[in-house]
């Protein structure tokens, strides 16, 4: 198990960016999938970004490819999440979280390991 603490949300006005910290307690967090995930009101959590224990490999939501980075330090025990370009149906809680399958996957329930989440608001 790692705990998880997300950090770096705000308001932002649409075309700006915010980048997402997620710090991870425990000696092995280099072994979990990290994800990131968002739930806007009355919506559904849906995923945005995975990247695995390695960081070799990264998956996106279609509609945030090119716009966002997954990206994260070992050493740190920190994934980020670089969001650039944001519009105003990017505003959501976001959260990260993690997974030891070894796997990478978009699944929410796949993953059992998560932060309190962090809001992002973006104004147009």
């Known amino acids: 198990q790692v705990q998880l603490v997300e950090s770096g949300g705000g308001l932002v006005q649409a075309g700006g960016s915010l980048r997402l910290s997620c710090a991870a307690s425990?000696?092995?967090?280099?072994?979990?999938?990290m994800g990131w995930f968002r739930r806007a009101p009355g919506k559904e959590r849906e995923f945005v970004a995975a990247i695995s224990s390695s960081g070799g490999a990264t998956y996106y939501k279609q509609s945030v490819k090119g716009r966002f980075t997954i990206s994260r330090d070992n050493g740190k025990n920190t994934v980020y999440l670089q969001m650039n370009s944001l519009k105003p149906e990017d505003t959501a809680a976001y959260y990260c979280a993690g997974d030891r399958s070894g796997r990478v996957p978009t699944n929410p329930y796949e993953y059992d390991n998560w932060g309190q989440g962090t809001q992002v608001t973006v104004s147009s």
């Open positions: 425990g000696r092995t967090f280099s072994m979990y999938t």
